[in-house]
């Protein structure tokens, strides 16, 4: 049952823009909290596979109980995919951009959004650190423009940090924050600055391991330990950044350095050349650790 809104943006319909892991996970939350989806991706392979991973998931939590079976039907029925941009937005009241972190990609992404979608829809960018403010710059309207900085896996992860720019409408604001607590997520506020209270957190603790491993204050393992024991981590900062994969890590890290111009963000050469040889975390079999398909 979706939230009552009390300002004139009313989310019934959503489209997610990127079928990959974000997309496809956005997709799923939106449909299981009884919105109309339309999931876009440019390639019909990727629409596939982010299909069966939903179905797959919805079957899972069914199999565990953590998922009623009529949910799992109702979000199968509400939820559709198509290669075609302007079928995906034309008549949404929310949409979520879930490409990859570039922003030359994101502004172009929302121009096109902004030309096709309802003037009244919320156009929002699931972007982990980049600025809102500047792909926004490409719309006819920045007040309807913010960030939903969705969690991976996104079905299980229960924060949703929105990040306002100074254009924002508080409109916008209270229909996404209604929206995120429809689809069972606890919503932050924060506001358009590099890398937003998250990313930048989480890369600050990151980047000082790495630094730490590389000055022999302890090992990898060790590290992840203490973190784990030590603080209530559920895991810890080499563990994760294979989950989110190096590469992305890397790409945080010299956004934000180059941003701010900090020491505290400028890259360490162990992941950079751990990046250079393509071990890039899970994903790849190797980053700081080995992973395996187990």
């Avoid at 199968?76 to 922003?103: C, F, G, H, I, Q």
């Avoid at 006819?140 to 229960?158: A, Q, T």
């Avoid at 506001?191 to 204050?217: C, I, Q, W």
Wanted: overall charge negative.
């Amino acid at each position: 049952m979706k939230e009552n809104q009390t300002n004139s943006r009313n989310v019934e319909r959503v489209a997610v823009i990127g079928a990959g892991t974000m997309g496809h996970g956005i997709a799923q939350v939106a449909a299981m909290a009884d919105y109309a989806v339309k999931l876009f991706d440019i390639s019909s392979d990727v629409l596939a596979t982010a299909a069966q991973r939903i179905r797959a998931n919805l079957e899972k939590g069914v199999s565990i109980g953590k998922v009623d079976a009529a949910v799992r039907e109702r979000a199968l029925a509400k939820l559709s995919t198509t290669n075609r941009l302007v079928e995906a937005v034309e008549s949404a009241d929310l949409v979520v951009e879930a490409a990859p972190e570039d922003m030359a990609l994101k502004r172009k992404i929302f121009s096109d959004v902004d030309a096709a979608a309802p003037p009244h829809a919320i156009l929002a960018s699931n972007t982990s650190s980049l600025s809102i403010a500047k792909i926004a710059e490409g719309t006819s309207d920045p007040g309807r423009v913010l960030g939903m900085h969705f969690f991976n896996p996104v079905h299980i992860m229960k924060l949703l940090e929105i990040v306002r720019t100074e254009r924002t409408d508080e409109s916008t604001i209270a229909a996404a924050r209604a929206a995120g607590v429809a689809m069972g997520k606890t919503p932050i506020v924060v506001k358009d600055s590099p890398g937003f209270a998250t990313s930048r957190l989480g890369l600050t603790l990151g980047l000082e391991a790495t630094r730490m491993l590389e000055e022999g204050v302890a090992s990898i393992e060790d590290i992840d330990t203490a973190m784990e024991l030590g603080y209530g981590h559920p895991m810890g900062p080499f563990r994760l950044a294979d989950l989110v994969g190096l590469d992305v890590r890397l790409a945080i890290a010299e956004y934000l350095y180059r941003e701010t111009g900090s020491d505290r963000f400028r890259p360490p050469e162990t992941l950079q050349r751990l990046v250079g040889e393509g071990k890039l975390g899970k994903k790849t079999g190797e980053g700081f650790y080995k992973w395996t398909d187990d």
